[in-house]
């Protein structure tokens, strides 16, 4: 079950959720997404809340709503957020970074030896 968070309306958390499934391949451009009366019962919440937050996807453009069929995930969606999601870390992330080496009088160098250092442990 999932936890909802009280910061944020119940539609915008499981918007963020099916967006966030999108980036990771769980929910592939074209496939169908799980109706509103699945999402409901699954997590127990009410069908207009869940209507409410696919309707918000396909505001964003990221879901198409097929009549008779259901709501697929848009073609151009992880595009388009991978593209969000790079505008939101040079604009935001980035910012803190630089201000947390400067305040920690860390090196570019030692950083980027870090750096490289956790994405080969990703990998």
């Known amino acids: 079950m999932t936890e909802w968070q009280d910061n944020q309306p119940i539609f915008r958390q499981l918007a963020d959720k099916i967006t966030e499934q999108i980036l990771q391949g769980i929910w592939p451009e074209g496939e169908a997404l799980p109706s509103v009366r699945t999402v409901s019962a699954d997590l127990k919440i009410n069908h207009l809340t869940v209507m409410k937050g696919y309707q918000l996807l396909v505001d964003e453009g990221l879901v198409e709503k097929r009549r008779g069929q259901g709501m697929f995930v848009a073609s151009g969606a992880l595009s388009q957020l991978r593209t969000q999601q790079r505008q939101q870390f040079l604009e935001?992330?980035?910012?803190?970074?630089?201000?947390?080496?400067?305040?920690?009088?860390?090196?570019?160098?030692?950083?980027?030896?870090?750096?490289?250092?956790?994405?080969?442990d990703a990998a």
């Open 92 to 120: 935001q992330q980035i910012p803190q970074i630089a201000a947390t080496l400067a305040q920690l009088d860390m090196s570019l160098d030692d950083f980027m030896q870090q750096l490289k250092q956790h994405i080969e």
